[in-house]
């Protein structure tokens, strides 16, 4: 089904998916509550939906029409919801199932990263904390690392470890959420962010901690310190780079609407992507809203243009 006009749009009743029960829920809260607000600054016919284990009762109950999914984690970034959707046959914003679920597993997302030729820090993967911890003395590659759940975003469970006790405690905390455990080599550098809207590389925002790196902390708590600089002050060159690794990954994945991807770019001008977020934030601190609004494109029409994009990807 093709995405829908403006005018036949605001004829829709348009529910806003937000909440969830992934760990990002106070997060997705945030998303959709501001995405609500701006479709309604624009006379559409919104009902807000905090999803739960009736979310299918629920869009038949309210006769949802078209739904803006502002969903993070776990059952409603991971093509969970974008499936449900498709079997009720209600246009949704953001990728598909196959691409929904192929960003959130960042396992299966590096290794289509490396089959298109795109860089990404080398890794090595874990099926249970076990054998994660048996090869403390025999990884791939030497200490820092980063050790990350393989199906949590916002940061959750992610930690910088510079010693083998490090590496042991964040392997028992990140072995309590869901997928694989997942070891990166730390890569030094400037951490980036390139977003993409429909196609289109949108641009490059630099993001600069007061802590260690982009945690939960520093992308969510006020005071933090974190500073953002849009257009990233990054060489002419090594800008361009980022932009066309974001566009590329995310049309290997077959993304649809808007993505966001976390880059480290080093000082030898190499780039490395880290993972893809299908459905990006939406908050005041969001970076999607930022790069957008840096290019001219203000919060109340950024979400219209996701709107607008809306559809049945089966």
């Keep these: 089904m093709s995405a829908l006009s403006k005018s036949e749009l605001k004829s829709k009743r348009v529910a806003v998916l937000m909440g969830g029960l992934s760990a990002e829920r106070d997060v997705?809260?945030?998303?959709?509550?501001?995405?609500?607000?701006?479709?309604?600054?624009?006379g559409y016919d919104v009902v807000d939906i905090d999803v739960g284990k009736d979310l299918a009762a629920r869009l038949v109950a309210e006769k949802v029409e078209v739904a803006w999914i502002a969903l993070h984690g776990r059952y409603g970034e991971d093509g969970c919801?974008?499936?449900?959707?498709?079997?009720?046959?209600i246009p949704y914003t953001g990728s598909g199932v196959l691409a929904s679920a192929m960003g959130m597993e960042k396992v299966y997302a590096k290794q289509v990263f490396t089959t298109h030729g795109i860089p990404t820090p080398p890794y090595k993967v874990f099926t249970e904390a076990t054998a994660a911890r048996a090869a403390v003395d025999s990884?791939?590659?030497?200490?820092?690392?980063v050790v990350k759940p393989s199906r949590e975003g916002s940061s959750v469970g992610v930690h910088v470890c510079k010693t083998k006790e490090a590496y042991l405690a964040a392997v028992d905390d990140a072995s309590k959420y869901a997928g694989f455990l997942l070891v990166e080599q730390f890569i030094k550098g400037r951490e980036v962010q390139g977003a993409v809207l429909d196609d289109e590389a949108l641009g490059v925002i630099?993001?600069?901690?007061?802590?260690?790196?982009y945690d939960q902390e520093a992308k969510y708590k006020a005071g933090s310190g974190?500073?953002?600089?849009?257009?990233?002050?990054?060489?002419?060159?090594?800008?361009?780079?980022?932009?066309?690794v974001c566009l590329a990954v995310h049309k290997a994945l077959g993304c649809k609407g808007a993505s966001r991807s976390d880059v480290i770019a080093t000082e030898s001008g190499d780039v490395y992507v880290l993972e893809i977020n299908t459905l990006p934030g939406m908050t005041e601190t969001s970076l999607l809203p930022k790069i957008a609004n840096g290019r001219g494109i203000d919060f109340p029409t950024l979400c219209e243009r996701i709107l607008l994009g809306a559809s049945l990807k089966a």
């Design 81 to 89: 919801v974008q499936g449900l959707l498709e079997s009720l046959f």
């Design 206 to 213: 630099e993001v600069k901690v007061a802590r260690e790196f």
């Design 139 to 145: 990884l791939p590659f030497p200490f820092p690392v």
């Design 226 to 244: 974190t500073q953002y600089l849009f257009p990233a002050p990054l060489p002419a060159d090594q800008y361009a780079r980022v932009n066309e």
């Design 28 to 42: 997705s809260l945030r998303t959709g509550a501001a995405v609500s607000k701006a479709l309604r600054s624009f």
